[in-house]
């Protein structure tokens, strides 16, 4: 049966600020305390929707997680009404605060990593929530977005959402970022490529001196084992601890794959030339066809510039007429180092014929770019039938999910707009408005 690639894009949700919690991204760090545009950030994830659909890709919603999340606070002792919680922890540690408002859900290639059933030694397309439990406001997501993706891949015969890895720092996962999937094209078998920042086992493997490593080779190969891959087909790529210090916490940031297509830079990986012949010869020997890998060197472009650029975190796609096309941040046309790289890209003698570029700069601030704000999922026909249809992207969705965003979010937040009452009220209306435009109930959605 037939399979397509859809794209999950996180509706960016009504609370999306700059607190700068995220420590070892720049982008984060470097917007800490500025002013947001909650309602222009997610018009521009609309946009990215928009565009994607319209080249004739899948393209479904996830809605944003329910924030503030005051329980959250409650939980760790600040008590009184709403108004006293969050007033109390503005004044004690204004980091609480912001994470229980932090619109992070919006980059759902953090949700979960999903395996295509066609992958799968039972057949169902099996996805794993992220725990994300390598930073404190990512932390509080995976409970309730479990709950979102069992309302909308609900058919047990076709998918299996499996419960997040333990939240231990030996198994910290940050779903798809970490994960890339290879394959002739996406309606057949493909290999797995699961990318780990630490080796928490053996001590003796090389780790980032200076930002935190977010995935672990044990929650890599736990998921590898919960989704039921063949060893086969799974592989284990170190990431470069030098491009985690220079301010790549996800391998996202410096690589993309799409089918046969793997876009990365030199200094992704560890033993990087070796591992990737590995890769190559595997994925020859398995499918009969071979493996383009677009390598990047530092020469061409240094890490500082693949960073600010986010040239790497594009999307790669296929189009209906088998091309490929790099949909790239606005930041790729600014850099002219990241722009001179396009022209290589799109070289004849690869498959990739066409460069893109969104505006996506309210996310970007906070280090994301246009493939952190989709999980991808590649759906079969009965599949695409058997998820929640509310979800899926269509003119008429787009033209009511506008409308809500126009009648519902702020043009601007202020770091301490995060203590006003009215917006906790206005962020728990937009969920429920939402919840009836996406028809699912607005229980889950308001305890999500
Ligand atoms: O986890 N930023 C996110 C960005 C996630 C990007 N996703 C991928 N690369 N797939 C993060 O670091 C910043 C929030 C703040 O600082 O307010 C933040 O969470």
Excluded at 31 to 44: D, E, G, I, K, M
């Amino acid at each position: 049966m037939s399979a397509r690639e859809f794209n999950f894009d996180g509706l960016i949700g009504p609370t999306h600020n700059y607190a700068g919690l995220s420590f070892g991204n720049v982008a984060s760090a470097s917007h800490q305390n500025t002013a947001s545009n909650p309602r222009a950030a997610a018009l521009q994830g609309l946009e990215k929707m928009k565009f994607v659909a319209d080249l004739g890709i899948g393209q479904c919603v996830l809605p944003p997680l329910r924030r503030p999340r005051l329980e959250f606070l409650r939980g760790l002792g600040f008590s009184g009404s709403d108004q006293q919680i969050v007033d109390k922890a503005y004044r004690q540690c204004p980091a609480l605060l912001a994470s229980c408002f932090s619109a992070s859900s919006m980059w759902t290639a953090n949700a979960a990593t999903v395996s295509p059933s066609s992958d799968c030694q039972d057949g169902r397309l099996h996805l794993t929530p992220a725990n994300l439990s390598s930073t404190l406001h990512r932390s509080i997501e995976p409970p309730s977005t479990t709950r979102n993706l069992r309302a909308i891949f609900s058919d047990h015969e076709q998918f299996v959402v499996h419960d997040p890895l333990p939240s231990q720092s030996g198994l910290s996962d940050e779903g798809a970022a970490n994960h890339t999937r290879l394959a002739p094209a996406h309606d057949q078998e493909g290999v797995e490529v699961f990318v780990f920042g630490v080796d928490t086992i053996d001590r003796s493997a090389p780790r980032p001196g200076e930002f935190p490593a977010r995935q672990t080779l044990l929650a890599s190969q736990a998921v590898a084992r919960n989704h039921g891959l063949p060893m086969e087909r799974a592989f284990f790529l170190h990431q470069n601890p030098a491009a985690i210090d220079a301010g790549v916490f996800h391998n996202d940031v410096i690589c993309v794959g799409n089918e046969n297509v793997l876009l990365c830079h030199e200094l992704a990986f560890v033993d990087q030339d070796r591992q990737l012949k590995r890769l190559s010869t595997e994925f020859e020997k398995q499918f009969g066809s071979p493996l383009e890998v677009i390598e990047l060197s530092a020469k061409e472009l240094e890490l500082t510039d693949a960073v600010s650029s986010y040239l790497f975190n594009s999307q790669l796609v296929t189009l209906a007429n088998g091309k490929m096309t790099l949909i790239c941040p606005l930041e790729c046309k600014e850099n002219p180092r990241a722009n001179r790289c396009l022209d290589k890209i799109v070289d004849e003698s690869n498959s990739i014929e066409k460069v893109e570029f969104l505006n996506l700069r309210q996310s970007m601030n906070n280090g994301g770019g246009p493939a952190c704000l989709r999980l991808r999922v590649v759906l079969t026909e009965e599949q695409q039938a058997g998820i929640h249809q509310g979800i899926v992207y269509s003119k008429k969705l787009h033209e009511d999910l506008f409308m809500w965003v126009e009648s519902n979010y702020r043009e601007r937040v202020e770091p301490s707009d995060l203590r006003d009452p009215a917006l906790i009220r206005e962020s728990y209306d937009a969920i429920s408005a939402l919840a009836r435009i996406l028809d699912l109930p607005e229980s889950v959605l308001l305890d999500c």
